[in-house]
């Protein structure tokens, strides 16, 4: 019943800017917590960015200052606001929540970062 879709991923230079979606049914995001990961090669994947249901966010160091998660309550998606584009954020970017202890994952979405 529960179905996160990311898109919004692509090729963009260094320093240039994406924002990415997670569309979720399901569940509603205004009373989940969620998630924004990432996984690059040949590493593990990261917790990026958390918007709790009061709208509370958190950020891993490194995107500090340069990422934002964000909310449409009435659209029920997500969003991951990404500036200044690091070559270090390409990744396939996942949307998560979890209910009752478990995690729902969306497809991922592919993002580039290069010259």
């Known amino acids: 019943q529960v179905q996160l879709v990311e898109s919004g991923g692509g090729l963009v230079q260094p320093g240039g800017s994406l924002r990415l979606s997670c569309a979720a049914s399901?569940?509603?995001?205004?009373?989940?917590?969620m998630r924004w990961y990432r996984q690059a090669p040949g590493k593990q994947r990261e917790l990026v960015a958390i918007i709790n249901s009061g709208g509370i966010t958190d950020y891993v160091t490194s995107v500090k200052g340069r990422f934002t998660i964000s909310r449409d309550i009435a659209k029920n998606t997500v969003y991951l606001q990404m500036n200044s584009l690091k070559p270090e954020d390409a990744a396939v970017y996942y949307c998560?929540?979890?209910?009752?202890?478990?995690?729902?994952w969306g497809q991922g979405t592919q993002v580039t970062v290069s010259s």
């Open positions: 998560n929540t979890r209910q009752i202890n478990r995690d729902y």
């Open positions: 399901g569940i509603a995001v205004s009373i989940y917590a």
